[in-house]
């Protein structure tokens, strides 16, 4: 049972660069969310996406965006890049209606932009 | 919204039990309790999961009081490898969605 798998592992951006993440999500889960996490932070939410559409979405500017594809599995897109968009971007999938209950995570995609 | 509580950091040694508690309050009453490991440049892993009283599993104890305001992730005969970063996350009571995440407490565990 794969857990879930996120692309790629690192990559480097030159800044006003564009981005896209890729996140497949556990095998039986709908859901999934996108967080971003600076050295030394927690994990600070972005949004999330089920039945393909955003659900809710956290205090980061329109410069990120996502999608939600018909097999659950999502991107994240950053615009613009800026210096501060230099983090570990972790996904996570879940359970509609679950919450934290069986909230699993990827092993995040760890972006640098120079 | 929820608010989580957790100490920034603790020490302890090899061979000892470690317990970090999480102070919650307004959270989800339909939801679960869970703590995650993470381990730097790594995805948060996840450690145990409960609901109300004790849980335990193969690596920990959960801890619950009965008014779920807290919770006590129980560390037993704690190794090197066990130095991480341990966040709690519970469910928001306000929204049926929104998770809130405990600031982390970084565990450093000295032989």
């Known amino acids: 049972d794969a857990g879930v798998t996120q692309s790629p592992t690192h990559l480097i951006k030159t800044r006003g660069q564009q981005v896209t993440l890729r996140c497949s999500p556990k095998?039986?889960?709908?859901?999934v969310s996108w967080y971003q996490q600076a050295l030394g932070q927690g994990p600070q939410f972005i949004f999330q996406y089920y039945e393909e559409e955003e659900r809710q979405r956290g205090n980061f500017p329109d410069r990120f965006s996502g999608h939600q594809f018909p097999n659950y599995s999502s991107e994240l897109n950053v615009n613009a890049l800026l210096l501060g968009d230099s983090a570990l971007y972790l996904c996570?999938?879940?359970?509609?209606?679950?919450?934290?209950?069986?909230?699993?995570f990827g092993s995040g995609t760890r972006l640098t932009v120079v | 919204l929820a608010k989580t509580t957790q100490p920034i950091s603790m020490d302890s040694y090899e061979g000892q039990e470690v317990n970090i508690t999480c102070s919650h309050n307004?959270?989800?009453?339909?939801?679960?309790i869970t703590w995650y490991q993470q381990f730097p440049s790594q995805g948060p892993r996840f450690i145990i999961q409960?609901?109300?009283?004790?849980v335990t599993n193969e690596v920990a104890s959960l801890f619950i009081p009965a008014d779920r305001k807290s919770s006590t992730l129980s560390l037993p005969r704690v190794s090197l490898s066990d130095t991480a970063v341990y966040y709690c996350l519970v469910g928001d009571g306000d929204s049926n969605y929104q998770l809130i995440w405990g600031a982390g407490t970084k565990l450093i565990i000295k032989p």
């Open positions: 095998s039986g889960h709908d859901t």
């Open positions: 409960g609901y109300k009283t004790k």
């Open positions: 307004n959270i989800a009453t339909n939801d679960y």
């Open positions: 996570a999938s879940s359970l509609a209606g679950e919450l934290t209950l069986g909230y699993t």
